[in-house]
């Protein structure tokens, strides 16, 4: 079982901490009655995801012995319109690179996070349309 708590500190600002004990600051814009001191909610999401499948990357190709030096992803997201304002797109741009880094192995790695291994990937599939592209040493391709 996964826990957590949230605490209120003040105008729009709350302290997130995990079972783990690690802690994470939430706010909001000052035009929302923040003072913009962390991250919004959505953002953090967003963000879990990019965590989540970069963790099952970066391992799969570790086993898989890819000699890669740099590795990121990078993530953008459309909300709807209507609150709740759920997600409803997100593009996933995985950046790797090395010398004598072949497609195959990253872009399986990168199928099997998507398909199999992240959970954040599964849960926002359920709101949101995934574009993944995977960016080789500059060469980009639409995985899906």
């Known amino acids: 079982m996964l826990t ?29 009655g923040g003072e913009d001191r962390g991250a919004r909610p959505k953002e953090l999401t967003l963000l879990s995801l990019g965590g989540c499948t970069g963790m099952d990357v970066i391992s ?6 890819v000699p890669f030096t740099r590795f990121s992803i990078d993530l953008e997201a459309d909300t709807s319109s209507e609150h709740p304002q759920v997600f409803t797109e997100i593009r996933l ?13 990253v872009d399986r790695a990168i199928q ?13 599939n359920k709101t949101a349309k995934l574009v993944v592209i995977s960016e080789i040493n500059g060469d980009r391709k639409v995985l899906g």
């Open 93 to 105: 741009i995985y950046r790797t690179e090395g010398q004598g880094v072949e497609r195959e192995p």
């Open 4 to 32: 957590g708590s949230v605490t209120w500190l003040d105008h729009m600002a709350m302290v997130a901490k995990s079972g783990s004990g690690h802690e994470i600051m939430f706010d909001a814009a000052a035009d929302h």
């Open 112 to 124: 099997l996070s998507q398909e199999r291994y992240c959970g954040v990937t599964h849960m926002l």
């Open 60 to 65: 799969i190709m570790q086993k898989k012995r």
